[in-house]
C-alpha cells in the first residue's frame, strides 16, 4: 500500500492558499484610471486595452473597461452586439451627461468584468467631439464617482484628438500609448506626445506618458527592420515598455476568439507569444505604484493553466 497521493494532496491544498492570497482582491478599491491612447489610428489600441484589463482583472484586481470609440470594437471583443439590446445596461455615452451614472449599471463579462459599452458606429458617441470642452468636467465627474467601486478603470480611447480623448487623459492617473515601427514612426511619436502635453496644458497640470508600448512589431530578419526598431525605442527614451508586442498569428487568433493571448497555449508559436504578451502586460503594470511587483511576477511565472490545475486538484482533496 502507497501513501504517496496522500502526502501530496495537502500540498497542492497549500499551493491553492498561496495563489489565492498572492492574487487575492486588495481590501480597499484603488480606483485609478487608466486610459489607452494614440492619436493616430491601426496601432493597436483597442487590443492592447482589452488584453491590459484582462492582465488586471487576472492579477486580481476588479475590473471596469470603458469604450470611448464610436467604433465600438472595444465592446465587440467582450460581447455580441445582441447583449446590448438584451440586456439594460449604462453606455459609455452617459459619461458624458450631467447625472447620467446615477443608476450606474454595468455589463458584466463572464470573466468578471464590467463594461461600459458602446454599440458598433455610434454616432452620438463621435459627436461628443463637438460639443464644450467644459464636458470634460462632467465625464471627470462621473467616471471619478464610478472608480470608487473599482481598482482600475481602463478608457479605450478614439484614434483621433477631441472632446473624448482630452476627456480620459486629464481623467487618467496613468496613460498608456501603443506605437508602431513604420515609415512614419517618429512623427507619430510626436503626436502622441505632444498631444499628452496639450492636454496637460488645457487643465494646468503636467501629464506625461506612463509607458509606450512598441506594438504589431513584425521582425522579418532584415537590417532595416532592427535599425528602425532601435531607433524607435532610442527615440521613445526612459517611457519604453522594454517587450514589444509582436504581430503573429496567436494574437489575431485570440483576438478572433474574444480572450486574452495567452489563454491559447496548445503549439509553441501559442506558448510563445503568451510568454512574451505576459511579460509586455506585467512591465506596463510595473509602471503603476499600486501594483505589487510579487503580485506580477507570481502571475507571470505560474500559467493560468497550472493555476487552474492546482486549484481544482486541492479542492477535489
Not at 483597442?46 to 475590473?63: I, K
Not at 470594437?73 to 447583449?83: A, I, M, P
Not at 447620467?100 to 468578471?112: E, I, R
Not at 512623427?187 to 494646468?204: C, D, K, Y
Request: aromatic share 8%.
Amino acid at each position: 500500500m502507497t501513501t504517496q497521493s496522500k502526502t501530496k494532496k495537502p500540498s497542492l491544498a497549500k499551493l491553492e492558499a498561496v495563489i489565492k492570497a498572492a492574487l487575492a482582491s486588495p481590501e480597499h478599491r484603488l480606483s485609478k484610471i487608466i486610459a489607452i491612447t494614440n492619436q493616430k489610428g491601426g496601432v493597436g489600441k483597442t487590443s492592447t486595452s482589452f488584453n491590459f484589463a484582462h492582465y488586471l482583472n487576472e492579477l486580481g484586481y476588479r475590473v471596469l473597461a470603458v469604450d470611448l470609440d464610436g467604433q465600438g470594437n472595444f465592446t465587440e471583443l467582450f460581447f455580441d452586439q445582441s447583449v446590448l439590446t438584451q440586456y439594460v445596461h449604462t453606455p459609455a455615452l452617459a459619461l458624458f451627461e450631467q447625472g447620467g451614472c446615477d443608476n450606474f449599471q454595468p455589463l458584466t463579462h463572464p470573466s468578471g468584468i464590467d463594461v461600459l459599452a458602446t454599440p458598433r458606429n455610434c454616432h452620438e458617441l463621435n459627436e461628443i467631439d463637438s460639443r464644450s470642452i467644459s464636458v470634460a468636467e462632467v465625464f471627470f465627474n462621473n467616471l471619478s464617482a464610478i472608480a470608487q467601486h473599482y481598482d482600475f478603470v481602463l478608457c479605450d480611447t478614439p484614434p483621433a484628438p477631441g472632446v473624448r480623448t482630452t476627456s480620459a487623459c486629464a481623467s487618467a492617473d496613468y496613460i498608456f500609448a501603443p506605437v508602431l515601427v513604420d515609415t512614419f514612426a517618429d512623427s507619430a511619436l510626436e503626436g502622441v506626445i505632444s498631444s499628452i502635453q496639450n492636454i496637460g496644458m488645457m487643465i494646468e497640470a503636467e501629464l506625461s506618458l506612463t509607458g509606450i508600448l512598441i506594438n504589431q512589431l513584425v521582425l522579418d530578419g532584415t537590417a532595416d527592420t532592427a535599425q528602425q526598431y532601435k531607433n524607435l525605442a532610442a527615440r521613445i527614451g526612459p517611457a519604453l515598455i522594454p517587450t514589444p508586442i509582436r504581430q503573429t498569428k496567436p494574437f489575431s487568433r485570440a483576438q478572433r476568439k474574444g480572450i486574452p493571448v495567452w489563454h491559447l497555449r496548445q503549439s509553441g508559436s501559442e506558448r510563445s507569444t503568451s510568454h512574451e504578451t505576459r511579460q509586455a502586460y506585467g512591465e506596463m503594470a510595473a509602471r503603476i505604484p499600486e501594483i505589487q511587483a510579487e503580485r506580477i511576477a507570481f502571475f507571470n511565472e505560474v500559467s493560468r493553466a497550472v493555476r487552474a490545475k492546482i486549484a481544482a486538484e486541492a479542492t477535489a482533496v
